[in-house]
């Protein structure tokens, strides 16, 4: 049991002295120390930006690409690099900036697994990629934080299966594509099977069940088409 547990408890007058001081030393200011505060907030800003973007580059880019079957030019690693789980075969188009705390998984047994990513794209901090049989996603696709493409259920429908860590049945798994230009908003979830169709938006926590038509908005769990957005000249 921690001191601050302990002391929460206030059983005894300690534990009640002691809480006391507790929340009085956290609501009381320090002050901003002259020259002192001013240098630790510049290095503070030095490493969390050129220094990172040096340590990407020199350190995390080279060991990503040596576990890449392709990786195009141009790729920006805002901070660490997915951790990636399992056989999985990645290939991935130019440009493309991929933020921290990401984790890319082949689930499940049998031939190796397919991450393909096209050119353009940028995919958020947090996202978990779940591969059961592949994932395609298109060019120019904007992928926010904390989204899970999850192409596999990990664990079978039946309770006793499940408590025997028994692996799901084949048909429990399958693949995701993202169309060019989507848009998956923050904490959306896709799930096996799914098509995302080109130029289409999946609103923020959204649970895609089905598939996306091109140029559609979704929101909700299921996630249901809310609105078409018109196509734009070119299209």
């Known amino acids: 049991m921690g001191i601050i547990e302990w002391a929460h408890r206030r059983e005894t007058p300690l534990q009640r002295r002691v809480f006391g001081w507790l929340k009085t030393s956290s609501a009381a200011r320090v002050p901003t120390v002259p020259v002192l505060h001013p240098a630790l907030l510049a290095e503070r800003r030095f ?26 030019e141009g790729l920006l690693l805002h901070e660490d690099m997915p951790k990636i789980i399992g056989n999985l075969s990645i ?31 940028s995919i958020g901090h947090g996202v978990e990629l779940t591969v059961g049989e592949h994932i395609r996603i298109g060019d120019h696709v904007r992928i926010a934080n904390h989204v899970a493409l999850s192409g ?43 098509t995302i169709g080109r130029g289409a938006i999946v609103a923020s926590r959204a649970v895609v069940t089905k598939d996306v038509p091109e140029l559609a908005v979704v929101a909700g769990n299921p996630a249901r088409v809310v609105r078409s957005i018109p196509p734009p000249d070119g299209w």
Do not use: M
Request: aromatic share 8%; proline share 7%; glycine share 12%.
């Open 152 to 194: 596999y259920d990990g664990h079978p429908l039946d309770p006793l299966a499940r408590a025997r860590n028994e692996p799901p049945s084949t048909d429990r798994s399958g693949a995701i594509v993202v169309g060019d230009y989507a848009w998956i908003g923050d904490g959306a979830v896709l799930l096996k099977g799914v």
């Open 47 to 72: 490493r969390k930006g050129p220094l990172r973007l040096l340590l990407s580059k020199i350190y995390y880019e080279p060991l990503f690409r040596l576990q890449c079957e392709q990786a195009g």
């Open 91 to 121: 290939s991935l188009g130019k440009r493309l900036t991929l933020s921290g705390a990401q984790v890319w998984v082949a689930a499940g047994s049998g031939p190796r697994k397919t991450l393909l990513v096209g050119d353009d794209c």
